[in-house]
């Protein structure tokens, strides 16, 4: 399953060319009605906004950051912000889900671009209605480039989480956090530099997090998330707690790990180190 999974994907990422679509938008009008039908997507309506370097420095680490105008209430939120990569060869990059725990329906995280293209953050909110704001960046090879992390030093910290808080806690109000994952997420289309065999995919596909027993965010990913991917999102702790996450991978790993709210977890010998727990039936 795994070979055919890296051969799909290495086929898919011959047939992208390097140079990307020139700004060219056929590709979107195929995209937008296999993911969201014929449903109107709003553009530019100020509802949400994307940020994106124009000229990439490195296409395997691209930072971005997408965010709602407004707060998550009970009038008004977003449930999902999908990210759409136009040209990568899984071009859905991730979906976000929202809840009123997130306090602010906001991310910032870092993403592999193989080609020229624009990226769009499209937000569904409370009422059905979907909003989008697009960038164009220029960057290629992305999915391809060589993993940073010798493979059996990844493997071997594989799972390993950390949170960084800034500042102290604002009670009832959104709190920022970044969670770092250690974690190759392998795309299927990146060569052994030693054997010169393509390594095979092997990704985050999944991370969870709640505060207490109230979900915060919900994210469905895939490869076009960087090796060792962090994500900035925000969440309202209303009393003291336990901030948890669940992350899941292509290979059906599960990790867990939680942190005290606000007292910070003591460091200690394997402190970074999540706990791999058996993947749910």
């Given at each position: 399953m795994k070979t055919a999974v890296s051969t799909f994907l290495l086929a898919m990422a011959v047939g992208v060319p390097a140079w990307g679509a020139a700004e060219d938008e056929s590709r979107w009008h195929d995209l937008r009605e296999s993911l969201f039908g014929d449903r109107q997507v709003h553009e530019d309506s100020g509802?949400?906004?994307?940020?994106?370097?124009?000229?990439?420095?490195?296409?395997?680490?691209?930072p971005?950051?997408?965010?709602?105008?407004?707060?998550?209430?009970?009038?008004?939120?977003?449930?999902?912000?999908?990210?759409?990569?136009?040209?990568?060869?899984?071009?859905?990059?991730?979906?976000?889900?929202?809840?009123?725990?997130?306090?602010?329906?906001?991310?910032s995280t870092r993403i592999r671009v193989n080609a020229y293209t624009h990226i769009r953050a499209v937000a569904e909110t409370n009422d059905g209605a979907l909003h989008m704001a697009k960038r164009y960046v220029k960057a290629s090879g992305g999915c391809s480039a060589p993993a940073g992390k010798d493979?059996?030093?990844?493997?071997?910290?594989i799972g390993k989480m950390k949170l960084r808080r800034s500042g102290p806690v604002l009670w009832g109000e959104p709190n920022s956090a970044q969670l770092l994952v250690s974690h190759p997420n392998h795309t299927g289309m990146q060569m052994d530099q030693v054997t010169h065999h393509y390594v095979l995919a092997h990704f985050v596909d999944s991370i969870e997090v709640r505060y207490g027993d109230r979900p915060v965010l919900t994210v469905e990913s895939n490869f076009s998330l960087s090796e060792n991917p962090a994500v900035r999102f925000h969440y309202v702790p209303k009393e003291p707690g336990e901030l948890s996450v669940r992350v899941t991978d292509s290979d059906g790993e599960v990790f867990a790990r939680a942190w005290s709210v606000p007292t910070s977890v003591a460091k200690a010998p394997g402190a970074g180190e999540a706990s791999p727990v058996n993947p749910v039936q």
């Open positions: 509802v949400v906004s994307l940020e994106a370097p124009y000229r990439a420095h490195d296409a395997a680490v691209v971005i950051t997408f965010e709602a105008a407004f707060p998550q209430t009970d009038e008004r939120y977003v449930k999902t912000i999908t990210l759409i990569v136009d040209e990568n060869p899984l071009p859905m990059a991730g979906e976000f889900h929202f809840t009123e725990a997130s306090g602010r329906a906001a991310i493979p059996e030093a990844a493997l071997a910290s």
